[in-house]
Nanobody, 124 residues
């Protein structure tokens, strides 16, 4: 089994920055080359894709709404994925979830595990 713990959310003003982290643990995580990604869900809206990174880190993908502002990265030695969020906007306000996909690609079509979520609030 795999456990994902995401953190780093908080309250920030428009134009500010936050760095989210997601730490994976469990024996299963070391046995597969998981792609990792981030999703978010705002009040009254469905969960949406934000970004993903392949196991090697060689491929990344971003939703159009965050391109140029967010950067995803990972450190496999630490079993950790990060989401650096810059130039934040009020519309970025949401509960952010990290996810792991054993396919190892950025398609993220079959999520195996989810984090518990970390809240990001951007004030205007």
């Amino acid at each position: 089994q795999v456990q994902l713990v995401d953190s780093g959310g908080g309250l920030v003003q428009t134009g500010g920055s936050l760095r989210l982290s997601c730490v994976a643990s469990g024996r299963a995580f070391s046995m597969y080359r998981y792609a990792m990604g981030w999703f978010r869900q705002a009040p009254g809206k469905e969960r949406e894709f934000v970004s993903a990174i392949s196991w090697s880190g060689g491929n990344t993908y971003y939703a159009d709404s965050v391109k140029g502002r967010f950067t995803i990265s990972r450190d496999n030695a630490k079993n950790t994925v990060y989401l650096q969020m810059n130039s934040l906007k009020p519309e970025d306000t949401a509960l952010y979830y990290c996810a792991a996909d054993s396919s190892g690609t950025v398609a993220m079509r079959g999520i195996d595990y989810w984090g518990q979520g970390t809240q990001v609030t951007v004030s205007s």
